[in-house]
């Protein structure tokens, strides 16, 4: 079956602007997670969502990130106002539960503010 | 802060050798997986081994945990220039989302 998506793949975007990022997880795959990695780094955990739960917003690191999921599947991450920082690759993941079982994961954006 | 630590960062063998990987967490955990990243891509679970077991094979994988020491290693056997790659520990506890650490660099030499 399918795995988990990512688009764009790669976003190059100006110093000021909005962008989104999109992931579709495992159909039936209750549990997504959105990761940073910065170059070199590990995953920096940003938001979670779990069924229809409040989502666990506690790794966003500003109020320029926000996430939301829609119809429990498809979920889109938003940099508002993007700074140079905010540049690394954006991993989605989905599991069948929370936490507790692995988690697949999508390849990933690259995104880069000039 | 990081719950899971890699150690070393980086590592260098030749091909046919074995490489081992060790990952040092600080508290409690329910389980602990190792990830394998290619390219700085998507990660791919390799293993999982539950805070109950001690030790976990799966084909050329071999994952030992030490819960007294809070730590776990992961040996791949007969290395293979395909298994160059960064390789993560994360571990999990209660209902908390996984929790990565910065992961050892391998590369294997043909």
């Known amino acids: 079956g399918a795995g988990v998506s990512q688009s764009p793949s790669n976003k190059v975007t100006e110093k000021g602007k909005d962008v989104e990022l999109r992931c579709d997880p495992i159909?039936?795959?209750?549990?997504l997670y959105w990761y940073r990695q910065s170059l070199g780094q590990g995953l920096e955990f940003l938001i979670y969502f779990q069924g229809n739960s409040a989502p666990d917003k506690s790794g966003l690191p500003s109020d320029r990130f926000s996430a939301e999921r829609t119809g429990g599947s498809v979920s889109t991450l938003t940099i508002q106002r993007t700074q140079q920082e905010d540049s690394a690759v954006y991993l989605c993941a989905s599991s069948l539960e929370t936490g507790l079982g692995e988690q697949y994961f999508g390849p990933g954006t690259r995104l880069t503010v000039t | 802060s990081q719950q899971g630590e890699e150690d070393p960062q980086a590592l260098s063998i030749q091909e046919g050798e074995n490489a081992t990987m060790n990952c040092s967490y600080k508290?409690?955990?329910?389980?602990l997986q190792w990830y394998r990243q290619n390219s700085g891509r998507g990660l791919v679970h390799l293993i999982l081994?539950?805070?109950?077991?001690r030790e976990k094979h799966s084909g050329r994988l071999r994952v030992t945990l030490d819960t007294s020491k809070k730590s776990s290693s992961l040996l791949i056997t007969a290395s293979r220039a395909a298994d160059t790659a960064s390789y993560f520990c994360?571990?999990?506890?209660?209902?908390?989302?996984?929790?990565f650490g910065k992961g050892t660099r391998l590369s294997v030499i043909a």
């Open positions: 508290t409690s955990i329910n389980n």
């Open positions: 159909s039936g795959h209750t549990a």
């Open positions: 081994i539950r805070s109950n077991e």
């Open positions: 994360a571990t999990v506890y209660g209902n908390t989302p996984l929790v």
